[in-house]
C-alpha cells in the first residue's frame, strides 16, 4: 500500500513538472495570428512552410502563424465573401488577422466593405517594406506585395535563335511563322487574358490599364482589329485556327513541339522545366510593352484581432528567408532584389524586373473583354 502511494505521489509529481512545462514552454504567451490565402495546391504548401519558417524565426518567439487556406474549385465561399460578411455581422477583433489580396481585388472589397475596410499600412512596423523593389498600380497605402508573377513570351530557343523583343515584332513574327503562335482562350486562364489585354491596350494610354472608366471600353476597336487580322496565322488544327483550353493548353503544345512560342506565366514554365514537363530548350523573354501579370499581396482587415501580429506576419513575407521560400517551392517571383536569394530558380528569372511589372486593374471592364473577344474572336472562322 506505502509503496502504491509513493508511486502515485511520483507520478503526480512527474505530471506537475510536465505541465508546468507545457506551460512555460515554446507555445507560452504566444499570441496566434491567422493569416488567409487561397488558390491551388502548390500556393497551400508553400504557406505551410512559410508558416514553419515564421514560427521559428525571431518573430516567433512572440507569434504563432496560422494558415487558413481556400482550395480553388472547392465551391466554398470566396475570401471576400466571408470577410464582408462578417464585417457586416458587425463582427470584430475576428481571426482575419491578415489576408490575401490583388490590386485587382481591392476594389471590390472597398465597394462592398467601405474604404475603411482595411488598416492603412505603417511601415514603421516592418523593417523589410524598404527593401520591396514591387509597385503597386493601386492601394499602395493598404497592400503589401510579396510575391510576383508575370505573363511573359515563352519560346523554344531549338527552333527560336532570335526572339522578338517588341509587342510589333511579336505581331510581325506571327504573321511570318503561320501556325507557330497560340494563346488560350482568355476566359480560360491568365495568359491568354493578357495576350488580349495588352493587344488592346497597348493601342490605348497607359492610363486606361488601371482605370474602371466605362470611356475606355469606346476605344476598343484597333486592339480588337488587330486581334481579327492575327487570327488565320495563329495554330490551327483540322485548317481552323484553334484557341486552346487553359494556360496549360498552349504550354503542352509548346512542349509537344507543336508550337514554337506562346504567352505563358512565369512560374508555371518555371516550374514545368524543374519537373521535366518542359524541356530544357524552353526560354522566356518579356515584351516591350510588357505582358501583364499579378502582384501578390497582403492587407489587414480591421475587423482583424491581432494587428501586430499581422505586421510581424507581413514584415516576415518579404524577408529573403520567406522570399526565397516563395522562389523555391513556387517559382514565384520575388519582389525584393532577386540577386541577393539563393536559389536554383534565381536563373531563369533573373532577366525579369519586378520593379517593371505591368499589372491591370480594369474593375468590370475585365469581364466585358472577355465578353467581347467571345462574341467577335471565337467565333470567327
Known amino acids: 500500500m506505502k509503496n502504491s502511494v509513493k508511486i502515485?505521489?511520483?507520478?503526480?509529481?512527474?505530471?506537475?513538472?510536465l505541465m508546468g512545462c507545457a506551460s512555460n514552454g515554446a507555445e507560452d504567451g504566444k499570441k496566434t495570428v491567422t493569416i488567409w490565402s487561397y488558390g491551388s495546391d502548390n500556393v497551400k504548401t508553400t504557406f505551410e512552410k512559410l508558416a514553419n519558417a515564421f514560427n521559428k524565426s525571431e518573430h516567433g518567439k512572440k507569434y504563432q502563424m496560422k494558415v487558413e487556406f481556400i482550395s480553388s474549385g472547392s465551391n466554398a465561399q470566396s475570401l471576400l465573401d466571408r470577410t464582408i460578411a462578417a464585417k457586416k455581422a458587425g463582427k470584430k477583433n475576428t481571426d482575419y488577422d491578415l489576408i490575401e489580396v490583388s490590386d485587382a481585388e481591392l476594389a471590390a472589397y472597398q465597394s462592398e466593405g467601405g474604404d475603411d475596410f482595411f488598416q492603412k499600412l505603417d511601415t514603421s512596423k516592418m523593417p523589410n517594406a524598404k527593401n520591396v523593389k514591387a509597385k503597386l498600380s493601386?492601394?499602395?497605402?493598404?497592400l503589401m506585395p510579396y510575391r510576383g508573377t508575370t505573363v511573359v513570351l515563352a519560346y523554344d530557343s531549338?527552333?527560336?535563335?532570335?526572339?522578338?523583343?517588341t509587342a510589333d515584332e511579336l505581331y510581325q513574327w506571327i504573321k511570318d511563322h503561320k501556325g507557330k503562335f497560340a494563346y488560350n482562350s482568355p476566359s480560360t486562364g491568365g495568359a491568354g487574358g493578357s495576350f488580349v489585354t495588352t493587344s488592346v491596350y497597348n493601342q490605348l494610354p497607359e492610363a486606361a490599364l488601371v482605370s474602371s472608366d466605362e470611356k475606355w471600353s469606346k476605344e476598343?476597336?484597333?486592339?480588337f482589329?488587330?486581334?481579327?487580322a492575327l487570327h488565320p496565322y495563329f495554330y490551327q488544327s483540322g485548317g481552323k485556327t484553334v484557341y486552346p483550353n487553359k494556360n496549360q493548353g498552349t504550354l503542352d503544345l509548346l512542349a509537344n513541339q507543336q508550337i514554337e512560342m506562346t504567352p505563358a506565366w512565369v512560374d508555371q514554365v518555371v516550374n514545368e522545366i524543374n519537373s521535366g514537363i518542359l524541356p530544357?530548350?524552353?526560354?522566356m523573354v518579356q515584351m516591350d510593352p510588357a505582358f501583364t501579370g499579378n502582384l501578390a499581396s497582403l492587407a489587414i482587415p480591421k475587423i482583424g484581432g491581432n494587428k501586430d501580429g499581422a505586421y510581424a506576419v507581413m514584415d516576415f513575407m518579404i524577408s529573403k528567408e520567406a522570399q526565397t521560400i516563395l522562389l523555391d517551392e513556387m517559382?514565384?517571383?520575388?519582389?525584393?532584389?532577386?540577386?541577393?536569394?539563393k536559389s536554383d530558380n534565381t536563373k531563369m528569372i533573373s532577366k525579369f524586373d519586378v520593379s517593371t511589372f505591368r499589372t491591370s486593374s480594369i474593375g468590370v471592364l475585365g469581364q466585358e473583354l472577355l465578353k467581347k473577344w467571345d462574341e467577335e474572336i471565337a467565333t470567327l472562322k
Open 158 to 165: 531549338a527552333k527560336v535563335s532570335n526572339p522578338p523583343k
Open 138 to 142: 493601386t492601394g499602395q497605402d493598404i
Open 220 to 223: 476598343w476597336t484597333p486592339g
Open 280 to 283: 530544357k530548350s524552353i526560354k
Open 8 to 17: 502515485l505521489c511520483v507520478l503526480l509529481v512527474v505530471s506537475a513538472l
Open 225 to 228: 482589329k488587330l486581334l481579327k
Open 331 to 341: 517559382g514565384a517571383f520575388p519582389v525584393i532584389d532577386s540577386s541577393d536569394i
